[in-house]
Every structure is written in structure tokens, then in C-alpha cells.
């Protein structure tokens, strides 16, 4: 299960991470939340819409490869925005494998 990494510590900050497959490892696309709210309240803008991350099991798997994936490059915000304005999707639709972006499915 994905999670921010010493976030407690960070309280209400804004953070950035790039969610990156341990296998192939591509940048699956950018993730922007709070550090004292859950993951899946993060928003989730994808790099590739062709290859959006997927649930297999219960975990989320790279679009290319099905490898795992993890957060890379946590860093703060240097700015507070409402996460309605850092665009993406909820992250939590895209652990519940909910989204399937424009595209993926007309095939
Ligand atoms: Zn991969």
C-alpha cells in the first residue's frame, strides 16, 4: 500500500511526488496531496494517459510493465494551492481502479 513517506512530520504541507515503477522504472505521472491526509485524497496527473497505473490485487501496477510502483522524489510545495486547482483525478479512483482515461476503452 502506497503512503506518504515521514509525512506525519511534514503536518499540513503540500507535497509533490513522481510515482515511478520499481521495474521499467518509467514515470507513471505526478502526484500532489497534503501530507496529512491519506494518499488517496492526493491528485494523480498522469505523464501518459495510454498507460495509467492499474489494480492487481489490491496494488498498483505500472501500464507498461505491470511492475510495482512507489513514490520517488517527495519533496514540499513551496506553495498552497486548493488541490481542486492542481487539476489530475483523485488519486483514490485510480487505486480503485475507477479511471480509465479517454482512449483506453474504445478499443
Ligand atoms: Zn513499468
Partial sequence: ?????????MGHRLLSATLRCRQCSRPAGELVG?????????RFL?????????????????????????LDDVEPLGRSVP??????VP?????????E???TSAA
Fill in 1 to 9: 500500500m502506497l503512503s506518504w513517506k515521514n509525512a506525519r512530520k
Fill in 34 to 42: 497534503f501530507a496529512d491526509l491519506s494518499l488517496g485524497e492526493a
Fill in 46 to 70: 498522469p505523464l501518459d494517459t495510454g498507460f495509467m497505473p492499474h489494480n492487481l490485487g489490491g496494488e498498483l501496477r505500472c501500464g507498461r510493465c505491470a511492475g510495482q510502483l512507489y
Fill in 83 to 88: 488541490l481542486d486547482e492542481a487539476g489530475g
Fill in 91 to 99: 488519486f483514490a479512483r485510480v487505486m480503485s481502479g475507477e479511471v
Fill in 101 to 103: 482515461m479517454a482512449g
